[in-house]
């Protein structure tokens, strides 16, 4: 009875452990823009972003942080865009980087080249 009550113990111990995670998320109205690979002006205009924030454990255990865009164009289009702590991205799966901008504003651009430049969800 003292070993099934001791492995019981260790697994309600080892369960019972979990990565704490979290996550906002806000609609608005923004500017942006979408450059193609050419450097081309493609879009510039309002979209409706749907953003949120959030945190994922490292293979380190240290968490790391993310902020998520989803992008819907007027035409219903949608582009989702991660960044990540380290201003590593991706959009649409596609990897990318985070880039300098001017305040208030965030640009990515892929490893294809596209552009994407548009108002922050927070400052």
Known sequence: MKRLF???????TLTSFSVAS???????????KYFD????????????????????PKPNGIMSTYQRY?????????????????DSATVNDIPAMSLKAKNGYEKVKTT?????EFTKGSE
Not at 6 to 12: G, K, P
Not at 70 to 86: H, L
């Open 6 to 12: 001791a492995a019981m113990l260790l697994l309600s």
């Open 22 to 32: 979290a996550s906002t998320t806000i609609e608005y109205d923004a500017e942006c």
């Open 37 to 56: 690979a050419k450097k081309v002006l493609k879009y510039s205009g309002e979209c409706h972003f749907n953003w949120g924030v959030g945190m994922n």
């Open 70 to 86: 989803i992008m819907t164009y007027p035409n219903g289009n949608e582009v989702w865009i991660f960044i990540n702590d380290d």
């Open 112 to 116: 294809q080249g596209e552009i994407f």
